[in-house]
Nanobody, 114 residues
Framework: VQLQASGGGLAQPGGSLRLSCAADINIFRLSGVGWYRQAPGKQREVVATIAMTGSLNYADSVKGRFAISEDNAKRAVYLQMDKLKPEDTAVYYC?????????WGRGTQVTVSS
């Protein structure tokens, strides 16, 4: 299974980015899905998840700014990031929720800086 995250880049504080994640098989029908991030020198953390029930959960640091969504027909999951802050700078990954080690891809770099 390959999970390819894309859409990262450089954004100014207060700006927006939309991340996308595509899977080569529709694993998202069988599990929850999530976005995770790892900043330099820090452990990887959960950013947002969609449970099998459809329940959405967000890290406190991104509530009200980020929105996770999925499109099962396209085998894709998205992360809309608004009101970006410098502390959002990290490599962002998608995976199932809870994550499966074998599914970690290379992630996409998000840098928030003026």
């Amino acid at each position: 299974v390959q999970l390819q995250a894309s859409g990262g880049g450089l954004a100014q504080p207060g700006g927006s980015l939309r991340l996308s994640c595509a899977a080569d098989i529709n694993i998202f029908r069988l599990s929850g899905v999530g976005w995770y991030r790892q900043a330099p020198g820090k452990q990887r953390e959960v950013v947002a998840t969609i449970a099998m029930t459809g329940s959405l959960n967000y890290a406190d640091s991104v509530k009200g700014r980020f929105a996770i969504s999925e499109d099962n027909a396209k085998r894709a999951v998205y992360l809309q990031m608004d009101k970006l802050k410098p502390e959002d700078t990290a490599v962002y990954y998608c995976n199932t929720a809870p994550p499966i080690d074998a599914y970690w891809g290379r992630g996409t770099q998000v840098t928030v800086s003026s």
